[in-house]
Structures are given as C-alpha cells and as structure tokens.
C-alpha cells in the first residue's frame, strides 16, 4: 500500500508464538544504547577493563621472554601478577559501577511505565506479569554481566591466548564458572534490588535515591554493628560484604572480610533477591489491577 | 458465536461492589457503554482485559474464558486506556513498532504495520518525533494507534475523543466509525459524551451501580413521543398557531422557526392536517420528536 494512502489494510500475517520478554529486552536496550549518558558510563567501565588487559599483556610478555633482570623484577610486583586474585579484584572494582549503571538504567526503568501510564497498555497486550518482570530484570542482568561477566571471561581468554600451555589452562579452567557465580552475585541483588525501588517509588529519583541510601546505610551498619557487639560475624547484614565473602570462597581466596561461613553469606543474598522479586511482583500485581 | 459474554459477573473492591451480576452479549458492531462516574464501566472493561478477576459468574471473549485464558483474548483485542500514556523517550513509530513486536509481529512487519496506522489516524512526520513533545491530540491519536497495530476484532476505547479539538473529535469518530462499517471491527465505546456515543454506536448498555440498567438499540431507545411533534407550515403560521391553541394544542416556538406541538392524547395526528387546510396553508415539515439519548440515560440511572 503507498504510503501516502489514508486507509485501514488488515494484517494477514501470523503472529509468532515467542518469548515476548526478550522483545521488551531488546526495546530496553534499544532505548538504553540510545541515551548518551549511559554510553558514557559504559565507557568508564572500558578504562578499567584496558588497563587490566595491559597488566596481563605485560605479564604474560614478560613471563614468555623473562632474560632480562629488569623484567623479572618487574614479574614479580604484587600489582602486575596475573592469578585468580587478578580476576577476583576485577570484579570487586566493576561491582561499584555496577551499582552506578545499573542504578542509572534501572532506577527509571519500572516507575516510569507508571507515571506514564503504560504499564495498562503492555498489559492489554498478550503480556504476563512475568514477562514484564522478566524483561527488566534480564536487561539489567545483560547490563551488568557486559560490565563484569564478560569482560572478566575475556581477560581469561586472553591470559591464556598470550601464555599458551598446559599450566595457564590448568590454573585457570575453574575461573570463568566462578567469574559467571560471583558475576550473578553482585549483579542480581543490584538489578532487581533498583527494579524494585523503581517499582515502589513515584519517580526515578526518588527510587534511585532510595537504592543508594539503603546500600550506604547498610555498608555503615556492617561495618559499626561487629564493633559494637565485637563480633566480626555480624558483617553479614552488609550486603557488600556478604557478596564479598561469596567471591572469596568462588575464588579461593584467603578470608579476610568475616569468618562465618560462606553459605550463610549466599543464603543472604538470595533472601535479598528473593525479597525484591516478590516487592517487584506485588508492586506490579496492584498496578495491574489498579490501572 | 459472541464476541464478549459475561454471565452474572460480579467484582468487588473489597467491601465495595463493583459490578452487582452484570449479564450482557455483544454479537458485533459498535457499543456504547454509558454511565456516570463511579458506575463499572472501567471495572467492566478491565475485567475483560483480563486484569480483574470476577467474584462470581463467568465472562468470555471469542470463546475465551477470562482471565485464565486472557492471553489468547488479547491477541485479538486493541484497548484505547482514557489516560494519556506516551513512552517518552522514543518516537511513535518506536513505540508502535515495539507494540507489534509484544504482539507477535516481526519487527519489520510491525514497522511498516506502525507506519501504516500513524498515517490511518493522521500522524504526520511528527511520528519521527520523541513523544514526549506532543499534544494531547497526538497522544490521543497514537493511543488509538497503538490499539490498531495488529489489527484487531474487538476494540475497547476508554474515552476516545478526550482532549480533542472539535475538529480532531469528529475525525477520530469517523475512523472509529469506519471500522465498525467497513472493516467489521466490533468496538465497546464507554464515553461519557453521548453525542460521541450517538455518532459511532448502534447499541448501548447503560450501566449505573454496577448494574446494566438499560441496553438495546439507540433505534429502539430514542422511539417516538406520543403526542410531541416538530411541524412546519408553508403561510399563515400565525392562524395556524392560534388554531392549534385552540384545539388545545401546547405550543414553544424552537431557534429554527418550526413549531413544537404538543397535543392532548385525545386529537388524532390527522388534526395537524386538517388544520392546515382550514387555515389555507400547507404542513412543509412534520417530524415525530423522539426520546433523545440524554433522556434516555437520565431516565434509566433514576435522575428523571
């Protein structure tokens, strides 16, 4: 039909019978990659990921041809090493702009479709509440795995492309199934935790506010409440470093946060998770009805 | 088969009874669902989105139960909500085209689909635009587009013609007429404009404290006054005035010049007639006055 004719046509084609939340992801993202500021952030992110790439280029460089005494010194500064501590403390500094992106993306992303009414239009649509919820969350969980997950598995990849051998690829078969753990641990909480502000507060900046507040005040009181009650343990109502104490164990790392157990610490963060999802699910349940 | 059924349904706000055993059929065409503020109109159509469960009786759409089956409803409906809603960040032909895709459509059938429907509903260029920079016009006109994408059986409009200019609002009824008459689409109007009712619908479903309290044809509703006449006469209107008057006639004079005449039960229409040839003058206009929509709805929600 031209375009320039004002008339109806009946759509003859059939509808596919799909996930209809990885079109919302696919919208999400859409929308996102459009926004400046968030490529900016992105762009943050790689400063981080670069100088980390240079580290193990010079490392394994330096491991291949290590003649020269200068060299070997060089091999031997704690900051140049490349073990699993090197793709643990990646992690650890990306979870910060975790937050910070996942805050910037997310903390919009639900209390908008309220304020501008649409979440009664997706919901006329053939769209579940779980479709809706999965369609968010899975953005900010592809957000925050391209910030560590990904980046983190490259660098592994490229330790072992840069010093080939049997040895590189024992040490390190185990680290991309932790990178994907500890990935999931600190991105989950903070995606659906945002999500879930963003569901129950009127405006964005009021949800991200109220994210950031909750996540400051928590890390004071993980670090005063074992202090007072002189008992390290009790740093487990941290999130922060609960979700440390999970990598810890993911990366064999020696213990330094508290010494509680490592499961009690992942039983906590999924609680986190847990309680979000059904914040989430409710929040959206009422508006359903109420729209 | 019908296309929407309730049957005895029955929704409460808690303590507050929303719809008291609504029991209707919808076969085709364009209905009109009136009713003041406050009635269940906008609980009527949400429970037949799917979003409000009913307390008791069943409720349907194409055969479909609702809301365990509302999912297979909705790919047939197109819901027009009486709030603005506008994704503001992206531009009407994003947000169409995202509309078709949650729809099914693949995207470039959805995004030549968007194109299509912003130009049916008279969106110009301006659907390139960011939707937070239009009118409540534009909003209201990509609203009934978003609601077209896929083309759908059934369309349940909120409201349709809020915030147009009269201009718009006409524009907007003849395109929601066309549909029913030439595209076979079934729509549920709830307005509370009934001249906006009056123009699309063919039928109406007054609804008043949740129950229907009246429906049937507007044909069948507005019928004839007894004894209330429109009449015009050719000369002489004054001796035929008086004529009248004294036959017992009562008389108002309306802004167009004819007569409203209002006889007693006992005289004959014939009368008018005969009056007019004793008078020497010829009857131009003679028009039984019907019950108008208005009066209807007031009369049916008690206010009359």
């Known amino acids: 039909m031209p375009i320039y004719e004002q008339t109806y046509r009946a759509y003859d084609g059939k509808p596919l019978r799909g996930f209809r939340w990885w079109v919302m992801v696919k919208q999400e993202l859409r929308v ?48 140049m090493q490349v073990d ?26 639900i209390c ?11 919901f006329s649509k053939p769209l579940t509440r779980l479709d809706y919820i999965a369609g968010k969350s899975i953005t ?84 005063a409440l074992p202090e007072l009650v002189r008992n390290p343990n009790f740093s487990i109502i941290s999130l922060p470093m609960a979700i440390n104490r999970v990598g810890e164990t993911l990366f064999a790392q020696p213990r330094k946060s508290f010494p509680l157990h490592w499961g009690w610490s992942a039983l906590f963060v999924g609680l986190v998770c847990a309680f979000c999802c059904w914040a989430l699910a409710s929040r959206i349940r009422r508006a359903e009805r109420a729209s | 088969m019908a296309i929407v059924e309730l049957n005895n349904v029955e929704v409460s706000y808690g303590a507050i009874k929303a719809l008291r055993g609504v029991t209707c059929t919808v076969e085709g065409g364009a209905v009109g669902l009136l009713g003041p503020n406050g009635a269940g109109k906008s609980t009527l159509l949400r429970t037949l989105l799917g979003f409000i469960r009913a307390d008791a009786g069943e409720a349907s759409l194409f055969g479909y139960r609702l809301p365990a089956e509302a999912l297979e409803a909705r790919q047939r409906l197109g819901y027009m909500p009486e709030r603005d809603a506008v994704a503001r960040k992206v531009s009407a032909v994003s947000f169409l085209t995202y509309c078709g895709c949650l729809f099914g459509m693949q995207r470039s059938d959805a995004m030549e689909r968007a194109h299509e429907v912003l130009n049916y509903v008279g969106m110009g260029d301006s659907r390139y635009r960011k939707m937070q920079t239009y009118s ?13 994408v896929h083309d759908p059986k059934l369309l349940l409009l909120d409201e349709p013609t809020n915030g147009l200019d009269p201009e718009g609002r006409l524009e907007m009824l003849e395109l929601i007429k066309e549909l029913v008459t030439k595209r076979g689409v079934t729509v549920l109007l709830s307005s509370h ?5 009056e123009h699309v619908c063919d039928h109406v479903l007054v609804i008043h404290q949740g129950r229907i309290v009246r429906e049937g044809s507007i044909g069948e509703l507005t019928t004839a006054r007894e004894n209330l006449f429109e009449i015009r006469v050719r000369e002489h209107q004054e001796a035929y005035r008086n004529a009248l008057e004294t036959a017992g006639c009562v008389l108002q004079t309306l802004p167009n010049g004819n007569l409203l005449v209002e006889k007693p039960a006992r005289l004959e229409p014939r009368v008018f007639f005969e009056l007019a040839r004793a008078q020497n003058t010829h009857v131009r206009h003679f028009v039984a006055v019907r019950h108008r929509l208005e009066e209807v709805f007031m009369q049916a929600i008690g206010r009359h």
């Not at chain 1, 670069?50 to 193990?56: E, G, K, L, P």
């Not at chain 1, 699993?84 to 992303?109: C, H, K, N, P």
């Open chain 1, 140 to 223: 900010l969980l592809l957000v925050g795995m391209l910030l560590t997950a990904i980046p983190d598995t490259l660098l592994v990849v490229l330790h072992n492309l840069l010093a080939p051998g049997r040895e590189t690829l024992r040490e390190t078969y185990w680290i991309p199934f932790s990178i994907l753990a500890f990935s999931a641990c600190i991105v989950l909480p903070c995606a659906l935790g945002v999500l879930a502000s963003s569901a129950l507060f009127s405006s964005e900046r009021y949800a991200g506010i109220a994210v950031f507040m909750i996540v400051f005040g928590n890390s004071a009181l993980g670090t």
């Open chain 2, 136 to 148: 409540t016009g534009m909003c209201q006109r990509i609203k009934f587009a978003q609601a077209l």
């Open chain 2, 193 to 197: 404009l009934l001249p906006d009712v």
């Open chain 1, 84 to 109: 699993e501590r090197t793709f643990f403390d990646y992690l650890r500094i990306q979870s910060s702009l975790v937050f910070i992106v996942t805050l910037f993306a997310g903390s919009g992303m």
């Open chain 1, 32 to 79: 996102l990659f459009g926004t400046r500021a968030f490529v900016y952030l992105l762009i943050v992110a790689v400063i981080h990921t670069s100088f980390r790439v240079f580290q193990i280029t010079v490392y394994d460089m330096v491991s291949v041809s290590s003649q020269t005494p200068a060299l070997m010194a060089l091999k031997n500064v704690a900051m």
């Open chain 1, 112 to 122: 908008n479709d309220f304020r501008d009414n649409l979440i009664e239009i997706y």
